[in-house]
């Protein structure tokens, strides 16, 4: 599995964008980088995934380097809500997800 | 999105007893369910990946007759936690994954289970 490294910890002031930055410099051609996101004591939710293009949905938008060693999540408008731990794990599939320790996110009003 | 329930969404139980977790996808079919461990301040650890109809497979580490999952159908998995003690408490997350959500995993809320 390719190991990633996220800052343990960042802030964002309410309504100012979120950049959660990633490195995944081991990632293989195959494995698609997938977001997800866990508030206290609640399941972890998905966000977004993407494998070469930059993404966008409801919720954000995902930000790959040409060489796919790192990516940015971006919440355009961060709210109170969006305070929570963000992964980033790359993996084949939806099946091959390893959570590693995340950003804990705080956004601060 | 996809729904994933689980219940309870907490229990206390005395040490030496058995407790049972449902996970439900409330509006797709689950193909794979996926049970998860998360102790406190650390990250979720995969136990167990079980298929429909499927014996499940576990992960090293995680002994298989005392956590025993059930996946008889594409909507319900059962984890069962047998002769529970103090240092099975934990939170407890199953997700599933299946049919045109094959490629995401949906999450449930998690199970908080404290052994007394």
């Known amino acids: 599995d390719a190991k990633t490294t996220q800052p343990p910890s960042m802030d964002c002031a309410e309504g100012r964008a979120a950049n959660l930055p990633c490195n995944h410099s081991?990632?293989?051609?195959?494995?698609?980088v997938y977001w997800y996101r866990q508030i206290h004591s609640q399941g972890p939710q998905y966000i977004i995934h993407?494998?070469?293009n930059n993404e966008t949905n409801e919720m954000a938008s995902l930000i790959i380097t040409e060489d796919r060693k790192s990516s940015t999540l971006i919440l355009p408008h961060a709210t109170l809500r969006d305070t929570a731990v963000y992964y980033c794990?790359?993996?084949?599939?939806?099946?091959?997800?390893?959570f590693g320790k995340g950003t804990k996110l705080s956004v601060i009003p | 999105g996809a729904v994933v329930s689980q219940h309870p969404s907490w229990v206390i139980c005395k040490s030496g007893t058995s407790v049972k977790i449902e996970c439900r996808s409330l509006?797709?079919?689950?193909?794979?369910m996926f049970w998860y461990r998360q102790f406190p301040k650390q990250s979720l650890m995969l136990m167990a990946t079980?298929?429909?109809?499927?014996?499940?497979?576990?992960e090293q580490g995680v002994e298989k007759d005392k956590f025993l999952i059930n996946h008889a159908s594409l909507t319900l998995s059962t984890l069962t936690v047998t002769s529970a003690h103090p240092e099975d408490s934990s939170f407890y997350i199953c997700?599933?994954?299946?049919?045109?959500?094959?490629?995401?995993?949906?999450f449930g809320p998690g199970t908080r289970l404290t052994v007394l």
């Open positions: 997700s599933a994954s299946g049919g045109s959500s094959y490629n995401e995993q949906f």
């Open positions: 081991t990632i293989s051609g195959n494995e698609y």
């Open positions: 993407g494998l070469k």
């Open positions: 794990i790359p993996g084949a599939g939806s099946y091959q997800l390893t």
């Open positions: 509006d797709f079919q689950a193909t794979t």
């Open positions: 079980s298929n429909e109809g499927s014996k499940a497979t576990y």
